[in-house]
């Protein structure tokens, strides 16, 4: 996954900060996935909770999602000759509503589309999140060049905005996830 994400010189910086941002995040998601023991990864600590494998499903579903998303708007903004981006300060540092996505005390309601089907394992799971992520951050590499700005979509949670922030959505997902898998682990350790 590292050369998925290596720098390359030729890429506008803010997709290369959101390319980056997105690996960082899913490595948190990877570490407490390993955190849990590989046999209770399958199990779901209560009748109403997810397990794990569910997890990895559920953000597998929506990287999909956000990965079309993106590559549907990037191609027709190309189409109406939508520019490279002048701008290039921090769009993470400028996105707003980080805690209303990590704050695991506020329950959020998944859209249908992406709640887990729970018949994916951990294994296949992990895997097709690894895929998922390659074509994230190959639909982000196609952005180049494009202007994410004035590029808007509804976020199920936050409502409208520009594309640049809503891949830092995506990225802060994972920061929910990777804290609701340590949750589980914890529950179904008894730690």
Do not use: C
Not at 12 to 34: C, G, K, M, T, W
């Amino acid at each position: 996954m590292t050369s998925v994400a290596a720098p390359t010189s030729q890429l506008h910086p803010r997709i290369q900060e959101l390319i980056d941002f997105l690996v960082s995040h899913r490595r948190e998601v990877y570490d407490a996935v390993a955190a849990v023991p590989a046999e209770l990864r399958d199990r779901k600590p209560a009748p109403e909770r997810w397990s794990v494998a569910e997890v990895l499903e559920h953000l597998t579903k929506i990287e999909q999602r956000v990965a079309a998303l993106l590559t549907m708007q990037v191609t027709a903004a190309r189409d109406k000759g939508v520019g490279p981006d002048p701008d290039t300060s921090s769009v993470v540092e400028s996105f707003e509503g980080a805690d209303i996505l990590t704050n695991r005390a506020k329950k959020l309601v998944t859209p249908k589309a992406g709640v887990p089907s729970g018949t994916v394992g951990t294994i296949a799971g992990t895997e097709a999140l690894d895929e998922a992520q390659v074509a994230m951050i190959a639909s982000l590499r196609n952005a180049n060049g494009v202007s994410l700005q004035n590029l808007v979509a509804a976020h199920p949670v936050l409502g409208p905005m520009n594309l640049y922030h809503f891949i830092v959505a995506l990225g802060l997902h994972d920061v929910r996830h990777a804290a609701q898998i340590r949750e589980i682990g914890q529950s179904l350790t008894g730690g």
